[in-house]
């Protein structure tokens, strides 16, 4: 079955600090698309990132990084120096082939991220 | 902002009722795709249409249907609503299919009493 399991509920951390939320997924395709999506208070859902199964490079975007290894199934999201505006939910989740053309997003339950000043 | 845009953004109607969430897509994409955001259920595709079909279904409930028009605007009708379909909806969309990241419109919160 196809599942993304975010095992950090919340996570509370001090401004400037570093943290990493945590992604695991399950999958029968070989080929798969991970997302993370950030959904701050205002409750709009913002994507952030997309990486494909075939593309193990971890990538950086500013104070954001992300570490995918296959061989773990995990898809691990990095924020440096933490700001109280990273204050939100964020979402991991798949896609991919599921026996036929479709694409819907599964999502992992996400963890509330509380940057204190 | 997305360029994805969904209205109402809020709705308060009463059991038993029926109600119409109106999406458009970012211009040029051609996927739409409904979700469902609960608290017991979480994040959760209710379905998909592409270019005017339906692509996918996912958990979506009998009392609701949606369609995509020509326009590629899309409309999710939820019918005979019950407490529990309280929640808040997100219409995305994307150029195609699988490979392309989806963007969510701001989402529709409906309140049912």
């Known amino acids: 079955a196809q599942k993304v399991t975010q095992a950090q509920t919340e996570i509370s951390v001090v401004e400037k600090e570093d943290v990493t939320l945590d992604c695991v997924y399950e999958?029968?395709?070989?080929?798969?698309?991970l997302f993370w999506y950030k959904q701050p208070p205002s409750g709009e859902l913002v994507f952030l990132i997309r990486r494909n199964s075939f593309d193990e490079q971890n990538e950086i975007s500013g104070r954001y990084s992300w570490n995918f290894q296959k061989s773990t199934s995990s898809f691990n999201f990095t924020i440096t120096a933490s700001q109280v505006v990273d204050s939100a939910v964020y979402f991991c989740?798949?896609?991919?082939?599921?026996?036929?053309?479709?694409?819907?997003?599964?999502f992992g339950t996400g963890t509330l991220l509380a940057v204190q000043p | 902002d997305s360029g994805v845009t969904q209205t109402p953004k809020h709705l308060i109607t009463a059991t038993g009722q029926r109600v119409t969430l109106r999406c458009s897509p970012r211009?040029?994409?051609?996927?739409v795709y409904w979700y469902q955001q609960s608290l017991d259920q979480g994040l959760q595709f209710l379905i998909q249409?592409?270019?005017?079909?339906?692509?996918a279904k996912g958990n979506i409930l009998e009392r609701f249907s949606a369609q995509q028009f020509p326009d590629l605007h899309s409309e999710l009708n939820l019918s005979s609503l019950e407490l529990g379909d309280s929640a808040l909806y997100f219409c995305?969309?994307?150029?195609?299919?699988?490979?392309?990241?989806?963007?969510f419109g701001p989402g529709t919160r409906l309140t049912v009493t």
């Open positions: 995305a969309s994307s150029p195609r299919d699988v490979q392309y990241e989806q963007y």
């Open positions: 989740a798949l896609s991919g082939v599921f026996g036929g053309a479709t694409n819907k997003l599964i």
């Open positions: 211009s040029g994409d051609l996927s």
């Open positions: 999958t029968r395709d070989t080929t798969y698309y």
């Open positions: 249409y592409y270019n005017g079909e339906e692509r």
